[in-house]
């Protein structure tokens, strides 16, 4: 009798025990579809704000920008183009300010990074070739949108009780337009899209290049986890982490070394494939002209506006050069120059080394080698199959490479562009422990970034981008005409022969200013 207590005791207990686990994945399989329900609903409601700010708001406004100041400069961009080589090497009388070139550095470790790959070859894979025509037409025109927002960045920067200067785009809305509140609100925006949305996308983009290996399926658990993105997104926090956990000119430093290496590296490997694949060319420039202007590229046929060329290349053009988006100035205010429009000029080429030289470079590489473009085939795989095609196995590995070093310069560049925002924002300088802070929050947004999905993680970078070109545009087109009179004040010393210096009056300029008065 006891025995067969026992007996019925354990069956009762193995069948409560089978109840509650059958519970426990019934309750598991609710809260992962609530989850689901709301990830989705998060994911519908970014892209519906993405597709409402770049279906026409920002497309006309970027187009308009660069269009006006393209005109009313004369065509700085190209005019004026080796006289911006010839003032970036000019070093600084100030041996703790940051020089021109290291200014440049700095926006160009930002402007130079994961984009220029794998935002290039998504461009092309949903817009087709022709989205590759309309990245050159933003960076054209993008170049004199540059050229005005860093000048007027160098005229209203402040000086620092630490030696050398800051500045950006809230400064000169505060000290131009009279609104703290605005230059707050445009902090706070500049702090999300970098420090969160561009950070995120440029810790995936580095995780999904490694989604084309074979030991990308190996590292999974037993409920279909992949573990690669755990491991690589808390190894690249850990990473960027070491490097931050330090003041602002190591950042400096730091992309001061990479990106020209960076840049030269990439820039040979397109120069190879474009030799080695010479026969195509001739055919992929003119797919480039043809797919830019038919129905589809403008409208997007079928598939809707959103995969039109024109609004992928613009969106993609942006997202890699970021004229008139508020960033690069930030940079521009803490070089040390004699005249403003020396930045400016500087801060222009920047745009160009992002976009003509480096992004062409990728659109090369992927077209050149025959592989055609496709939505199933998108991002850094579509790079690395190019790539393979002529290389071989090395390909893969040296686009992982690229983008490891593109992605860690962005990360550090990003994050001194949110420091001097963080400032602004305090009416401060925060001490060190307080911006150890930040550094921490922003070690768990690199790691949050490698789990995320491809839609979402471009979706929330775009919308993000897009508030900080809505707010800081309408500024410049208030404030260009300071630019403009900045730059005849400097063409007018030039051509005297001098080495021009700035002085407010010059230009009829009544605010106050830390520097020219």
Known sequence: MKGGACVLLFLFAFEAVKKERSGMRRRRKRENAMLDSLYNGFAGLVGTLNDLMYSYLLIILL????????????GVQLRLLGESVRVVNEKSGDTKAVSAFEALMVSTASRVGTGNIVGVANAI????YGAVF????????????????STLAQIYKKRSVKGGSYGGPAYYIQSAIGSRALGVVFAVALIATYAVGFNMLASFNLIDSMSSYHFYDTFVTASGVHLLPIIGGALLALLVGVCIFGNGNRIVKVTGVLVPVMGVLYIIMALIVMVLNAG????VLRRIFQGAFDFKAIFG???????????????????SNEAGVGSAPNAAAAADVSHPVKQGLVQMLS???DTILVCSATAMMCLCTGIEPSESLKGAPFVQASLEHTFGVVGPYFITIALLLFAFTTLLGNLFYCEGCLNYIAGRTLSHRQM????????VVVFVGAQMKFGLVWDIADVLMGIMALINLPVILRL?????????DYMKQRHEGKDPVFRAKNIGLKEQTDYWN
Not at 125 to 128: D, E, K
Not at 140 to 148: I, K, P, R
Not at 436 to 443: E, G, I, L, P, T
Not at 480 to 488: E, R, Y
């Open 63 to 74: 187009l308009a920008a660069g269009a006006y100041f393209t005109i009313r400069s004369k």
């Open 125 to 128: 894979a949903i817009g087709g």
């Open 134 to 149: 309309w990245m050159w037409l933003i960076a054209l025109v993008g170049g004199a949108t540059a050229f005005v927002e």
């Open 280 to 283: 195509m060319l001739p055919e």
């Open 301 to 319: 046929g079928a598939a809707g506006f959103g995969s039109s060329a024109l609004m992928q290349g613009i969106k993609r053009g942006l997202y």
């Open 351 to 353: 745009v160009f080394i």
């Open 436 to 443: 150890n802070v930040f550094h921490a929050f922003a070690c």
């Open 480 to 488: 260009g005409g300071t630019a403009m009179h900045a730059l005849s």
